[in-house]
């Protein structure tokens, strides 16, 4: 699938240019020994591709705007636009995980900036402002919560709050954010979008066990992180008898073992993760005294989300009490599900017919900024397939072609949207 | 209870002076913020440890003597010695675990001193040459196997081949040994004991529960252990279907649960920990790629231990074919279980019974520096309780009056298998 014959005049999608950006921003932050790259939220790397993208902004002649929580915007005007117009929104993130793919969150920045340059290249000023963020800290690896910058944007947390967050290596994400230069002005959420579009790879096998071209992404999964601590009794391994421990890492693991059963008899609706685990003294001859994990819940619909909550919270205390343990917990995330606009998903899914490319219907399973952004604006998702279903891994990956197909959609709504497609 | 009055010539403990030393000892390498002391083998801290028990060892005018592995020994001849008699051994170790205890291993090393120094202050010569040892490495916390010094002591591992050990910290041991200046000479095993005798505290609660004096160690446990690890795929938590999931944190977990019903199904024979556990990229929203973890295994029956080697390594094969992991194992130590010499065992609970105290016959369930000495000579144990069975822990503690009831069987024991005993 490759994009229509050029003509003067045409607004139309430079893939090229989208997969050399795509390449070149990956390569920032490149873990050298085992392929992937790390570019965590306001560390030395992810400012060096903050800059890359406000460079690639200004050669669009975009205005370039960052606000106070960090939150980068480039915004092509409309010629009718006083300052006061509210803009059609398109962005994601570009801070990574560890050892990361280069799709996630980069795709759906880069894809915006495919449509202003689509906008430019053609000398056509679009009828109704559009502007594209990368909004900071969706990742949550250093700093939590998660979706932060476009969480903040939304009202959802207080710029304060956010800025005095401690991360997991102790600093205070405002000092980062000012050493790495981007504390704003801009108050956040100043500029209310009138709608917002967010085109990201799926990070999950549906799309491409499928067949399937486009995902049109109509609600997205409830989350719900916790931080759970157990405080055990650390003795010999060779001398305390079994029914006399309290072994923290026991209970850990049997928490592990615990959330996989309620997932899988959830019939395939709750996931449940536990991806950080630690035991302390971490001896191979000492009962673990102490051990710390974490818990991700997902469901798309919140009643069975809070059922999932209810049934983990009365399993700890089940087994704290049998291994004569102590379990605190912390919630450090949580979201509802959330439903996209009706209308902008019909448009999602008019212009993927339009342009031939397979669809349908789905639910996101990882959260995304557009969860946030939807609170104060309509807002819709597009998804492309991941080879293998594989993502957060170097191994991410989306052909070159569908990368494409994915962009060309997201050109599509935004014309259509703002009533400036060319037949 | 407190020791017999004083009788000019008359063998007798000084209790006062065992406690100074296990307090002055036990404050080397003292943990400031959370109590204990970490005095990990040929660390600097261990180091200081050794050089204050070699000084008290030359206070006794004890020849001091070390070996090519580190092991510290004090001599003290008898008048017949011509150099060649095989001399009555006791000893155990003074490097500890991560924030240790005071008593463990120092207790038989010091009371060892205690015995020289009943000969010392009476001004009479043993009539076997006596001979305290503190053997290098008997925790394993940073070089593996555990019980080394000893291990090699007695032939069952060759000198270069434990010189050559490059620990946790990438360290090798006979660099380190160097560095602290405890590389000596003389050829491990070269002086084989007459017999061993190593007075420890139980680190059990066995002896406590049952408001018992003195154990009568007469068999040790076999030790299998093993390190375990786990490769999956690292995948993002809220879009991979927990059927889909090749999750190393959860295989990890279902080893420990798996280990705790093995343990449970043996009726109380069989022990199992699982110390160590760790996972990466240890992020909330990843599922854990890689997974390793340590497992401790014990029986005082060969035979039974080998049943639960076999059961967890059929189980490994399972659980990795089942969640699609590859699961490793590599055997870090193992250590068939050691019945101690009958004649040394009943002299023990003669000593015993002799000074009035409450004794039984039991197992050992943590290694030992005794159960390597049992290659090469009679060797057996004498416990003390340990209040609440907790050991390897700031909380080890056992009361005075305890300590200085293990530490009279011991001199007791000795004086009866040297024909001294003073009626």
Known sequence: MSHTATKAQRLQLDGGTLLRQLKELGEIGADSEVGGRTRIALTDAEKAGRDLVAHWMRELELEVVIDRIGNLFGILRSEADDGTQAPLMMGSHIDSVTNAGALDGCYGVLAGLAVARAYREAGIAPSRTIMVGAFTNEEGIRYQPDMMGSLVYAGGLSVQEALDTVGTDGTRLGDELTR??????????????????????????????????????????????????????????????????????????????????????????????????????????????????????????????????????????????????????????????????????????????????????????????????????????????????????????????????????????????????QA
């Open 180 to 421: 790495i230069g981007y504390a704003g002005t801009l108050e956040p959420g100043a500029i209310v979008p009138h709608e917002y579009v967010e085109l990201h790879i799926e990070q999950g096998p549906i799309l491409e066990a499928e067949g399937i071209q486009i995902g049109v992404v109509e609600n997205l999964q409830g989350i719900s992180w916790q931080q759970v601590s157990i405080q055990g009794n650390a003795n010999h391994a060779g001398t305390t008898p079994t029914h006399l421990r309290h072994d923290a890492g026991f209970v850990a693991a049997a928490i592990v073992t615990f959330l996989r059963q309620l997932a899988q008899d959830s019939g395939g609706t709750t996931l449940a993760t536990v991806g950080c685990l630690s035991v302390q003294p971490n001896v191979i001859n000492v009962i673990p005294r102490r051990a710390t994990l974490t818990v991700d819940l997902r469901d798309p619909d919140e009643q069975r989300l809070k059922l999932a909550e209810r049934r983990f919270a009365e399993f700890l205390e089940t087994v704290a009490q049998q291994e004569g343990v102590t379990v605190t917990t912390e919630r450090s995330a949580r979201f509802e599900p959330v439903v996209f606009d009706a209308g902008l998903v019909d448009s999602v899914e008019a212009s993927a017919n339009r342009l031939g490319f397979t669809n349908r219907r789905m639910t996101s399973g990882a959260g995304h900024d557009a969860q946030m952004i939807a609170r104060i604006a309509p807002a819709a998702m597009i998804f492309v397939p991941s080879q293998g279903g594989i993502s957060h891994n170097p191994r991410e990956h989306t052909d070159d072609d569908q990368l494409i197909m994915g962009a060309e959609v997201l050109l599509d709504v935004v014309l259509h949207r703002l009533g400036q497609a």
